[in-house]
């Protein structure tokens, strides 16, 4: 079996390399002007009061949502977090989050605010929250991201229906093998 590529000279291996890359460019600009279709789109609307639930699904989806609402319910006194009082007891207790003993009226929470503050009717370790390791009280073994699915469903509704999100079908390319990919692996085998 005879290898082309050890058989040319330098010139002409150059040359075939040059013509290699100028291929790929040219593919790959034509790949992206084609495919993105963000230039044809009308410039968002300005808006007057940034909702910080829907900048932090944008973020990080349901995980990064409620990160947020434990802050924002920390700030506002609906939960508080408690640390072990011995030093010895660090390693093995890193704390909890639970409902502040007295917290402000709930009537005054959003309603997912209210759902965040609800799931903590019994204090949660931080492991807890994102795991569904807990089958603790009305929670039925999931997690808060989990337990915030409703109202997340609206967040990523609003956010696709700006065309801030993706649809499945291109995060399905984007994450999907290539055959250029494949192709490329075998030929170098």
């Known amino acids: 079996m005879r290898n082309l590529l050890i058989q040319i000279n330098g010139p002409q291996f150059l040359l075939l390399f040059a013509v290699l890359i100028a291929i790929v460019a040219l593919v790959c600009w034509l790949r992206k002007h084609t495919r993105d279709t963000s230039l044809d789109a009308a410039p968002l609307d300005a808006v007057d009061e940034i909702d910080p639930y829907e900048v932090a699904y944008l973020r990080g989806q349901a995980n990064e949502l409620a990160r947020v609402l434990i802050i924002r319910l920390v700030e ?79 967040y990523e509704q609003q956010l696709r229906a700006a065309s801030l999100l993706t649809t499945e079908e291109w995060n399905n390319e984007a994450t999907g093998p290539r055959p250029s990919a494949l192709a490329w692996c075998c030929w170098s085998v």
């Open 76 to 154: 506002k006194k609906y939960l508080q977090i408690t640390t072990p009082q011995s030093k010895w007891k660090v390693l093995a207790d890193a704390g909890a989050i639970r409902q502040a003993a007295e917290h402000p009226p709930v009537e005054q929470l959003s309603p997912i605010e209210r759902t965040a503050f609800e799931w903590f009717a019994t204090p949660s370790s931080p492991e807890e929250i994102f795991t569904n390791r807990s089958a603790r009280g009305m929670r039925q073994n999931t997690s808060l991201p989990s337990a915030l699915g409703i109202h997340s469903a609206r």
